[in-house]
């Protein structure tokens, strides 16, 4: 099994107003995801519903014990394929999840909705990390 | 160890003009809920930014590799702490993180940023919960 997952809701409208009988925008990103070529040690599967339905498409790039996890929103299936691939390729490159600023896709930066630790392995009461992005 | 944390963004300002000497609401909150009668099997840490920032103060409520993470925001450190403190420990009574919607505090309810489903441990392609909630 890959170390990092890209987790992508399928259940994501992009507030469109959709024909209920027709794909909504989220399950059209995991199939086109699933169509890419992935980067090395990523996989990717499908949930309904992250609970960022004003936020949507949605993702999160998450992966081992030691990195911290991203929630990305406001993705488009249609545009933001490529970006993700390359996003997620210079995170599975990092043992922490910690990419540099500059080599985040834009998308990257300016579509996090949330960021998450990894799990404390010492004391509960010892940050994981001093960084600030 | 306690099996769940509660994460705590320290530097979240709330989107209050805070004296730059005082401690701002994160800090606040995170002493608050360190000086608390915390829920058994729960620990409280805080970390330096959830890059929720529009959307402080904001906390992580995590466990395990069996439990869906939630991350919520909008937060008071002055009025939410008892209802957090509710939240968490209906979330540790559980073994996958999914707390019935009725029992859910009600800024849980309304304040939720987004949720990530645990690490995948069967294939990659198989959702690891069909709720939408």
Same mark, same amino acid.
């Given at each position: ?44 599967? +499908? ?15 998450? +992966? ?16 933001? /394929?490529?970006?993700?691939?390359? +996003? ?17 896709? /834009? ?27």
């Amino acid at each position: 099994m890959a170390e990092v997952t890209l987790t992508i809701c399928t259940t994501c409208r992009r507030g469109e107003v959709t024909d209920p009988e027709a794909p909504r925008p989220g399950a059209r990103m995991l199939a086109a995801l699933q169509d890419a070529d992935l980067p090395e040690g990523v996989a990717v599967r +499908g949930v309904e519903c992250l609970s960022a339905c004003t936020r949507g498409c949605s993702i999160v790039l998450s +992966g081992g014990d030691a990195r911290w996890s991203y929630i990305y929103g406001d993705l488009d299936p249609d545009e933001h /394929v490529p970006d993700i691939l390359t +996003g997620a390729a210079a995170y599975a490159a990092t043992t922490d999840g910690l990419v540099p600023w500059r080599e985040r896709p /834009v998308v990257f930066r300016k579509q996090s909705i949330a960021r998450i630790p990894p799990a404390p392995v010492a004391a509960p009461s010892t940050p994981p990390s001093l960084s600030k992005d």
